[in-house]
């Protein structure tokens, strides 16, 4: 039995305390590396943009669209707006900016009962199909169209 304890013993090489400093050696290596690059030491370079590097985007498209709208209530109240300077009548001229216009209307009723109105839109706007839209509410109309 004595042999087993001393092959044992013997396939044990090298010391114990030379392993130990290898063994700190590599730990203080890797957490210099660690620090070194998690520090927030290094400057960063910034970028000064001139008056040519500036992107000047085009003013948006404005085209103008005739519009009628129908009501199935008389209306104390009417905004019609899609981008540009917003209509109050029945039918008129109606300044849409952008290429993905986007249509608002608010419309409050002048008789406050409740009950279900709509307003029915209808836009030409030059270049394109008439476009009609119809939006519905049980009490003032408040919504927008992407048409």
Known sequence: MRSSCAKDRVSMRGSPLFRTLIVLAVLLATGLALA?????????ATV????????????????????????????????LGAGGKPASAMTGVLEITGEEPVISLRIKWADASPGHRFAKLRLEIPGRDTLEHVFNASGYIDDIWEP
Not at 36 to 44: A, H, I, K, M, N
């Open 48 to 79: 000064t943009k001139t008056a040519e590097d500036a992107v000047i985007s085009p003013a948006p498209a404005t085209k103008l669209a005739n519009y009628e709208l129908l009501l199935s209530a008389s209306a104390a109240e009417i905004e």
């Open 36 to 44: 070194r690059l998690t520090s927030g030491s290094t400057p960063v």
